[in-house]
């Protein structure tokens, strides 16, 4: 055999492991995501200690709506929080209503006093009437929210500011969304 084919060969062979490869981590990630589990991400630059769990409704179909179930396990609720904050990338290009936010604390709802979404800064803020107790487990509830128009995997970051806190935000962890990608 001539070195040419063999190269080719080879090529070939590396091409469809590549593909293969690809296709099983993404049928991980769906039934990782379809379990309510965080999530399999290879090499996403979050620690997996720093990696949240969280599920879309309606799928995270592009341009579609959809409803954010963000979770914060009772493990990184260290102190109590009056404020929680989310952030999102500028890539993100989707819209939120900040009417439709709930905060749910080991399953009960809890009163929110004020939610605003700062789309030029990319932040949505959560201002609880009462603060959430430490060591209970959090889900930030996004209701009808428009999924962007594109494919692909956005970075949003939980950040908490606990009663008495001068104002710097504490950082808790990293939701790492894809849209269209089941």
Known sequence: MSRQKF??????VFAVSSCLATGFATGFAAIAQAQGLPGFT????????NQLSW????DG???GRDRYRLRIPSKKMEFAVEQFSITYP???RGEFDPDSVEVKVDG???VIDEVTWDPENRVIEIYPQQ???A???????LSRVQNPNRIGTHYFNALVRSPGDLPMMRYVGTWILSIGTR
């Open 131 to 133: 603060p959430v107790p």
């Open 108 to 110: 009960d709802e809890v």
């Open 61 to 63: 179909r592009p341009g």
């Open 135 to 141: 060591d209970t487990r959090v889900e930030l509830v």
């Open 7 to 12: 190269a080719l060969r080879l090529l070939s």
């Open 55 to 58: 599920r879309m409704d309606f």
């Open 90 to 92: 500028d890539t993100y």
């Open 42 to 49: 290879i090499f996403s630059g979050v620690d997996r200690e």
